[in-house]
């Protein structure tokens, strides 16, 4: 299959894009929501009509109230991110959006959120994804229990963790970008399409790799001989049109949801869409040519027996 023969220039290709996503986390950052460093959500609405950003974004700027967030909420309605401020700093701050009185203003919600509140999140978050990881290993691990030639069983728990990095890494990637470019932070919702990210990112490397093992099955009862490289790209085709399929449907649902939804879930299906792109072509294009890499690489590695006049057979 053209996957598998070249999976060398494929590996590149990846390759690159996870040294870009990689290369932009690092130097653009995630900026973290307040959600997990603390401060105030204030969300306001404007019966009338909304404001020209610019001219609020310059009454905030006024203020001493350091660094803040100003996004668009819904059609008439602005969501401001700012650090903890007292009852002094929240009413300018309200002055602000309101621009002095001169427009109609309705406070719809104003959040103060403390530092141990925002750091006990990060941590549940950490320990979710974390436990989840763990989790997705010993799964695999057990389901191919049984498979141990050509490939170990653990090889499809270690590859898997493998791909599911790489699909984590480029939407991560993406999200720094947007958090540089757009003001996008990292927020509870953020987690959530991490780890919406790793359940569907395995389950399209899973179905693949089920197919492998079942033919590797179905070749040993038949007396079937054939090489793996050729075993596994027939079970890629026989499973790509499926998931090619599946991951159309899920984008199109995620794109339905970034463009009819409301402002606070763009960025959760910018990521979800990210990611379920990065999850199909990995369980494709990665994956398996992954494991055809590694049974070629055990093989070449396994003992030679040499043959020596007068004596035993002894292992090179």
């Known amino acids: 299959m053209f996957i598998i023969r070249n999976r060398t220039i494929i590996y590149w290709l990846v390759g690159l894009v996870s040294v870009i996503a990689i290369a932009a986390t690092i130097f ?15 969300e306001v609405s404007y019966p009338e009509g909304r404001p020209d950003r610019a001219a609020v974004e310059t009454k905030l700027a006024a203020l001493d109230i350091g660094e803040h967030s100003l996004r668009n909420s819904g059609a008439n309605k602005y969501l401001l991110r700012t ?11 309200n002055n602000a959006l309101s621009l002095d009185t001169s427009v109609k203003m309705v406070l719809e919600r104003n959040t103060q959120i403390g530092p141990v509140i925002g750091q006990e999140l990060k941590s549940k978050a950490w320990v979710a994804i974390l436990l989840v990881i763990l989790t997705i290993i010993l799964y695999v691990t057990y389901v191919f229990r049984k498979v141990s030639e050509p490939v170990s069983s653990w090889m499809y728990g270690v590859i898997t963790v493998f791909v599911l990095l790489h699909d984590l890494i480029v939407p991560i990637g993406i999200f720094a970008m947007l958090g540089h470019f757009m003001g996008a932070e990292v927020d509870v919702l953020f987690v959530m399409a991490v780890l919406t990210i790793l359940g569907y990112s395995v389950n399209d490397t899973i179905v693949v790799f089920d197919r492998v093992r079942e033919n590797l099955r179905l070749n040993e009862e038949q007396n079937v001989t054939q090489s793996f490289d050729e075993l596994v790209g027939g079970a890629l085709m026989q499973t790509m049109v499926r998931s090619i399929n599946t991951s159309v449907v899920t984008f199109l649902g995620v794109m339905a949801l970034l463009v009819y939804g409301a402002e606070v879930t763009k960025y959760f299906a910018l990521v979800l869409a990210a990611g379920v792109v990065a999850g199909t072509y990995s369980s494709i294009l990665l994956a398996s040519p992954l494991l055809v890499t590694i049974e070629a690489w055990q093989r070449n590695r396994a003992p030679v027996e040499v043959a020596i006049p007068g004596k035993q057979k002894r292992k090179k």
């Open 83 to 93: 650090k903890s401020l007292d009852q002094e700093k929240a009413q300018q701050v």
């Open 28 to 42: 653009y950052g995630l900026t973290i929501g307040i959600e997990f460093t603390g401060g105030t959500l204030t």
